[in-house]
């Protein structure tokens, strides 16, 4: 069976987020976490990832998904490259857990040139706290691929970054721009399929392009389902990417 290689895959490990940010792309919370049987046939259609991304929110919520991720791609000898993961940083008495997951996961990946978690420490998860958090003395921290992304560079007049027009965002009074439409974009060499661009496996196991939706937009661009009952991950994506030969 033809595998693929992938140039980013994310995936949302749950919906259940632990915060209610007024700029959330990503809309009000569900009870919904990516199931095992879902992450097992994912991987086993897979040859190599350039970078995976878990997201959500809220990652740190499952690492046990992390880490079953990173035990069956050692089982079907899937190489990883990167990893990324950005998460609130509101847990602290699970940390221990979720960091021996990212360490497992840095010492599997290949290359980490540019794997790595980041805290948001932003205002905006500042402002939806109910007690303030010492991003600095995180304990997260102690890993030496961890970082802040700091002050979210948003000004009421307009200038700075705008925010991402979907989920909560679109009403949240702050200044926005539409999420991108993306494109995947397969390509063959020899016996290997090479998928390019952001390729979005949902907590529901859909398939979308881009990750820059909110659950509702999803609707609207899912592509195909991980299932027992679905047509493989290679020929959805062959009847919904660009060829480039």
Not at 68 to 90: M, Q, R
Not at 224 to 245: M, R, Y
Request: glycine letters at 8%; one cysteine or more.
């Amino acid at each position: 069976m033809q595998k693929l290689n992938i140039e980013n895959l994310i995936i949302e490990t749950t919906r259940r987020c632990n915060l209610h940010c007024n700029h959330c792309l990503r809309g009000k919370q569900q009870p919904r976490d990516i199931s095992y049987q879902t992450l097992n046939l994912l991987c086993k259609q897979i040859n190599n990832i350039g970078t995976i991304t878990f997201t959500g929110g809220e990652p740190s919520l499952l690492p046990d998904k992390i880490a079953f991720f990173t035990k069956l791609a050692l089982y079907n000898k899937v190489s990883i490259e990167n990893f990324y993961v950005v998460t609130n940083g509101v847990i602290h008495h699970g940390t221990i857990d979720f960091m021996i997951e990212l360490i497992r996961l840095w010492q599997y990946c290949t290359d980490n040139e540019c794997s790595g978690i980041s805290i948001s420490n932003s205002q905006f998860h500042q402002w939806a706290l109910e007690e303030e958090i010492d991003y600095e003395k995180h304990p997260l921290r102690v890993l030496r691929f961890c970082t802040l992304r700091g002050e979210f560079k948003h000004l009421e007049d307009g200038r700075g970054t705008p925010l991402l027009g979907e989920g909560r965002a679109m009403y949240s009074g702050f200044t926005c721009k539409p999420a991108p439409e993306e494109e995947l974009i397969l390509t063959r060499y020899d016996d290997d399929v090479n998928i390019g661009g952001d390729l979005y496996i949902n907590a529901l196991g859909e398939i979308v392009k881009g990750c820059d939706w909110s659950y509702e937009s999803q609707e609207e661009r899912v592509i195909g389902k991980i299932g027992t009952h679905e047509s493989p991950l290679i020929e959805i994506l062959k009847n919904n990417s660009k060829i480039d030969e």
